[in-house]
């Protein structure tokens, strides 16, 4: 199951008690997973069309508390390509169809005059609690979450531009930055930064889901800064394995070229300590000579021994 199943899954067991709550989600879900039919006489009816049933369900319960209408679930089934199956709900009654239209603000009648409305109504999403509501509702209806593990990606998709618009605006009223784009026919309102869309589970009760985000992020955040220490230790270990190595190509230049007798007595000693014990750090070395020195010590020495052997070659 997909991060954003897993998510509508936790969001469509939330039980909201406050009518005006219930009819905010409802009207979401309708503008983004629903459909219109213009049936005889002028009627209108509507059916949301989903592939997760916990969303089917979740707004077969709210019908049916808010309207006490009894709507039907049909299961789709699609074989092709192993997708997953859609789950229609549907009114057969079309007066309870219109009074549902009419109670979430799609539907407005005037005489034998239908007006249509996608937008957003604001005595809907009036509250705090509704306009929470109402996110959810669109999350459930039509959006997606990357997987974590991967992206920080969060987007709602809608047919109408004003309701889009509407979307985006009543997601800023929280900060977080929601922007739109058109993709074909659709447009997507989107959120990128991981931060918000944290917010926006926490606003809309995904609980869960933000914890499972928040964890994730935290190891990703633990595995960086491992890395981080390891190339720099492995950037720290390469430079002091080719810096052994040249001081032991210089000190058999000089080896070879004039002997190593030439050298000043405290380099010679250094020199022959370093050709004993190439894989010897400074500190190690330092330990070795008949005097032992610090490590800034023998690091002064071994550059002196460096400048020795380049003068030799010029």
């Known amino acids: ?25 409802l009207a979401a879900l309708v503008r983004m997973c629903g459909s219109l039919h213009l049936q005889g006489h002028r009627k209108l009816s509507f059916d949301l069309t989903t592939e997760n049933a916990a969303v089917a369900r979740k707004a077969f319960r709210i019908i049916k508390r808010l309207f006490s209408l009894q709507a039907e679930v049909i299961v789709r089934r ?34 034998n005059f239908l007006d249509i409305d996608i937008s957003i109504p604001k005595e809907i999403v009036t509250k705090n609690c509704c306009k929470r509501a109402y996110l959810r509702g669109a999350f459930l209806g039509a959006a997606s979450i990357s997987d974590p593990e991967k992206t920080y990606h969060l987007e709602f998709v809608t047919n109408s ?20 784009i058109k993709r074909k026919e659709s447009y997507v309102v989107y959120l990128k930064e991981g931060d918000k869309i944290i917010d926006l589970l926490n606003i809309i009760g995904a609980h869960k889901a933000l914890l499972d985000i928040e964890n ?76 032992p020195i610090g490590k800034s010590g023998i690091n002064h020495r071994l550059r002196k021994i460096e400048e020795f052997a380049d003068k030799l070659k010029s």
């Open 1 to 25: 199951m997909s991060f954003s199943s897993r998510t509508k899954g936790e969001l469509a067991r939330i039980n909201l008690n406050e009518k005006c709550c219930q009819l905010a989600e």
């Open 78 to 111: 699609n074989t092709r390509l192993k997708k997953n199956n859609h789950y229609l709900v549907s009114i057969n009654h079309l007066s309870g169809s219109e009074d549902i239209l009419g109670e979430i603000g799609i539907l407005k009648r005037d005489g």
């Open 161 to 180: 531009i004003k309701h889009s618009k509407g979307l985006e605006s009543l997601l800023n009223t929280f900060d977080l930055k929601a922007k739109t």
């Open 216 to 291: 994730i992020r935290i190891l990703k955040s633990m595995r960086n800064s491992v890395n981080r220490v390891v190339n720099c230790e492995t950037a720290n270990l390469t430079k002091v394995v080719n810096a052994a190595i040249r001081q032991v190509q210089k000190i058999e230049f000089i080896k070879q070229t004039v002997g190593l007798h030439k050298l000043p007595d405290n380099l010679r000693e250094v020199a022959e300590t370093r050709l004993n014990n190439r894989e010897a750090s400074l500190k190690e070395l330092g330990k070795m000579l008949s005097i």
